[in-house]
């Protein structure tokens, strides 16, 4: 396709001005996460009737338009353009509100639910009091952490820190003995996050004991009244530091925005339970789709 375009850091001012126009939930329309792993799987955008549309062309997923006054019938016109180049196109990331507002897609597309990319979002406020019996454990075990290390620090992600936070992530996953594709993939996208660090709207904080990491999260913006954690490591052996560095996040955003996206569990079970744990406000359902 001629106007199919890659996506590379030259188009983050046009992509910023679709997604501050037109803001979604989902964390994959979120800057950062655009240019982070879209780098790795290339993906490119394509301008449709003033819209815009992201393309990931390895798993040939066609993502809703970023724009408006689109109809089911438009919709279903744009995966068969996509589909005389790249036979397996699919649309996915259906908003919740269009479908709903628009019941006539299920004419053009059989419409399901993919509960593994669903996104956790948690009201910031309730991360940052711990309140009531549910989460009483993650409570005792912050209060652990500061009993153990009182003097910990918490400071900003800076670039002047970028060598030592990624030593950790890689010390991190080599003690875990992670070799799956999927970890593969994130060490390489906290690498272009880092990488492009002046040009997107990413903050991180680290939790510092003794000029050593415990912990750190990066994270930016969503929407005017959400942010998205994209990356959360920490110290397994240092008890409490996952707790910790979940609590700092949420106090450090606290006065900025109302809630806080955690992205998918990825259909591991491990994940979905931790993910649980922490009592979500809501899921962001991911609503994938095949052409009739």
């Known amino acids: ?38 780098k790795i799987y290339r993906n490119h955008y394509l301008l449709w009737q003033d819209n815009l549309v992201i393309f990931n062309p390895k798993y040939q997923n066609v993502c809703f338009p970023l724009g408006e006054n689109f109809t089911p019938k438009d919709l279903a016109d744009l995966v068969i353009l996509f589909k005389q180049e790249y036979p397996e196109a699919e649309l996915i990331i259906i908003p919740e509100e269009y479908y709903a507002k628009n019941p006539e897609l299920d004419n053009y597309f059989t419409v399901r639910e993919d509960r593994a990319w669903a996104d956790y979002v948690y009201q910031i406020d309730k991360l940052v009091q711990l309140s009531g019996k549910k989460l009483a454990k993650k409570k005792n075990l912050i209060s652990q952490f500061i009993r153990a290390y009182p003097d910990y620090q918490v400071l900003p992600v800076t670039s002047d820190k970028f060598e030592v936070l990624l030593r950790f992530t890689y010390k991190w996953k080599r003690e875990r003995s992670a070799e799956g594709i999927y970890l593969m993939t994130e060490i390489k996208a906290i690498e272009n996050t880092l990488a492009m660090w002046d040009l997107l709207p990413a903050e991180g904080i680290i939790i510092c004991l003794h000029d050593k990491i415990a912990a750190f999260s990066i994270f930016s913006p969503q929407t005017q009244d959400m942010v998205t954690e994209h990356f ?35 259909g591991l079970e491990g994940l979905r339970q931790a993910k649980l744990s922490y009592q979500p406000e809501f899921l962001v359902k991911f609503l994938v789709t095949n052409l009739k």
Do not use: S
């Open 1 to 38: 396709m001629k106007d199919l375009q890659l996506i590379t850091e030259e188009h983050i001012p046009l992509l910023q001005e679709f997604l501050t126009r037109y803001p979604r939930r989902n964390c994959d329309f979120n800057l950062t996460n655009l240019l982070a792993w879209g």
């Open 232 to 266: 959360e490591k920490f110290d397994p052996e240092k008890k409490g530091a996952a707790q910790l560095v979940n609590w700092e996040t949420a106090k450090y955003l606290q006065k900025r925005y109302k809630y806080l996206n955690r992205e998918q569990d990825l």
